[in-house]
């Protein structure tokens, strides 16, 4: 049990379209989803924190109308990224904790994009 | 907040051999303490993990170690094998209490290589 999902795995767009990545949490409910960022070769970075039903918990520097999240349900969680540049290109990784267990978080496999 | 300081940032060992990897944190709520194995383009993957009420974990190959009143926390790798050559991340986590999801602050990492 405990498997999260991420699509697409791989996306290629034109600066200034807007992209949607889905974070599934395939066989439980994950009343906390968290969006982190990797760049080339660096630690990944918490980007938001997601409770179901209500906004996010953007860090500190992490634009919140640029990076919009909705986790609309138990199962699932989205990330926008909106007028995408190329300094934008990035690793992005979802996590999610189960209801109640809050030990560990369940990495999804990830979604590489690349604004040309 | 929490900062986690990981070192050393590249660690090449002869295969058979033993590689430490070594993290300081300052939180002093900090209270769970993962270790995660990311492989190029994959998921990070939870290898072991030590709470603050204990000194010292092993599993296998690997061991954690933490002293708290330091703030420090390292992870052994004994007896290397090839397939170990990957990022290593540890990290922080301060868990409030059962109220809400904690956050995962990550070191900068460790490409660990193993020299046949």
């Known amino acids: 049990g405990a498997v999260v999902s991420q699509h697409p795995s791989r996306v290629i767009c034109k600066s200034g379209t807007s992209v949607k990545i889905e974070c599934r949490s395939l066989?439980?409910?994950?009343?906390?989803m968290f969006w982190y960022r990797q760049f080339p070769k660096q630690s990944l970075m918490l980007m938001a924190t997601?409770?179901?039903?209500?906004?996010?918990?953007?860090e500190q520097g992490v634009e919140k109308d640029k990076f919009l999240i909705n986790h609309a349900s138990l199962t699932l969680s989205t990330l926008t990224v909106t007028s995408a540049h190329p300094e934008d290109s990035s690793f992005y990784i979802c996590?999610?904790?189960?209801?109640?267990?809050?030990?560990?978080?369940?990495f999804g496999p990830g979604t590489r994009l690349t604004v040309l | 907040g929490e900062n986690v300081e990981q070192h050393p940032s590249t660690l090449s060992v002869q295969e058979g051999d033993s590689a430490v990897i070594k993290c300081t944190y300052s939180d002093s709520a900090s209270n769970y303490f993962p270790w995660y194995k990311q492989e190029l383009g994959k998921r990070p993957q939870l290898i072991i993990d030590?709470?603050?009420?204990?000194g010292e974990k092993k599993d296998q190959r690997i061991a954690v170690t933490l002293n708290k009143t330091a703030k420090h926390f390292s992870l052994h790798i004994t007896e290397t094998q090839p397939e170990d050559s990957a990022v290593y991340f540890c990290?922080?986590?301060?868990?409030?209490?059962?109220?809400?999801?904690?956050?995962?602050?990550f070191g900068s990492g460790t490409r660990l290589s193993i020299r046949p």
């Open positions: 066989d439980f409910q994950a009343t906390t």
């Open positions: 990290a922080a986590v301060d868990f409030p209490g059962y109220s809400s999801a904690s956050k995962i602050i």
């Open positions: 030590i709470r603050s009420n204990v």
């Open positions: 996590s999610a904790s189960r209801e109640r267990e809050y030990n560990e978080q369940f």
């Open positions: 997601s409770n179901e039903g209500s906004k996010a918990t953007y």
